[in-house]
């Protein structure tokens, strides 16, 4: 029905034509999950259906996306697999769903990471967009991410590298702000887990990646895991040396920073990191994380 709608572009505020949408609303009124597959195609297309007829989509089609409606499951499921960043103004429409979304859609059977979407989007608005009227608060934000789940702020993380490998200065201008203005400091959000998703952001920071480390030192907590998290810091990529190589200082830094004083088994990468710390940089031989990393792998 929506490949109905007259012309070969719609143009904005153009309309969906009365006898479209009366049809689109009694499928959605269907028994069983026929009106779920409706609602759910046709909050797909929200993005559209905003620029051709706004109207209908605040005063019809919003209201099915807060948590208690009866079709809010369908609706938000095709919302979200859109993909699609929501543009202004509906972006300022579902602002205050946006925010209180993440928990809800986690604890849903179908929930198949889509509130990693929300979150992205969340953070889309606030870094490209906080301030417009679509955008986000710093504390709104940071709200954001204190609300969502170890793994959603992981996943969030993985998409922060994204934006910095993505924009010119991304790393120094977008991602090392937002790290330092914005990530919430609570001991509890510091995780065996975020801790490998810190190292798996830094390991693509390239040239940028003392003034990250910098500013996501402070989230980094000592942990064991049975992962190898610093491979790419021992291997060249493509014509790069190793990130250790580079940056002997940082690294060493970052090495000490997460490994803890008692270990049941010695990293996997730790032994070659001190090697090539000590080829780049001989005079941190003597310096103290040096000598207690070096103890450590002695005493395995």
Not at 224 to 250: A, K, L, M, S
Not at 269 to 298: C, T
Request: aromatic share 10%.
């Amino acid at each position: 029905m929506f490949h109905a709608v007259p012309g070969e572009k719609q143009e904005q505020n153009s309309l969906i034509p009365d006898h479209i949408k009366s049809r689109i609303e009694r499928l959605f009124a269907s028994p069983g999950e026929g009106s779920d597959h409706a609602v759910s195609i046709t909050f797909s297309k929200l993005n559209w259906l905003m620029y051709v007829d706004p109207e209908w989509v605040e005063h019809r089609l919003i209201p099915m996306l807060a948590f208690d409606h009866t079709a809010a499951e369908p609706a938000w499921n095709g919302f979200l697999c859109s993909n699609r960043v929501p543009r202004s103004p509906l972006a300022v429409l579902v602002k205050p769903l946006l925010l209180q979304a993440a928990p809800w859609v986690e604890n849903q059977t179908w929930d198949r990471d889509l509130a990693k979407v929300i979150t992205q989007w969340l953070g889309w608005m606030y870094i490209f967009k906080r301030d417009e009227d679509d955008g986000l608060t710093k504390q709104e934000m940071r709200r954001v991410l204190r609300e969502m789940s170890d793994d959603t702020r992981n996943q969030f993380i993985w998409w922060l590298g994204k934006v910095g490998q993505g924009n010119d200065d991304g790393w120094e201008t977008l991602v090392a702000p937002f790290l330092n203005e914005v990530w919430p400091r609570e001991r509890i959000f510091r995780t065996a887990s975020s801790v490998e998703s810190w190292i798996s952001l830094l390991d693509d920071t390239g040239n940028s990646f003392p003034v990250v480390y910098a500013s996501v030192k402070r989230y980094l907590v000592p942990v064991e895991t049975d992962r190898h998290p610093f491979y790419r810091f021992t291997r060249e990529v493509g014509e790069d040396e190793p990130i250790t190589t580079q940056f002997p200082v940082e690294t060493l830094d970052l090495l000490d920073s997460v490994t803890p004083k008692v270990l049941s088994r010695t990293p996997y990468e730790l032994p070659k990191i001190l090697v090539l710390v000590s080829e780049a940089a001989p005079n941190l031989r003597a310096d103290h994380r040096y000598l207690g990393l070096m103890d450590l792998v002695e005493r395995m």
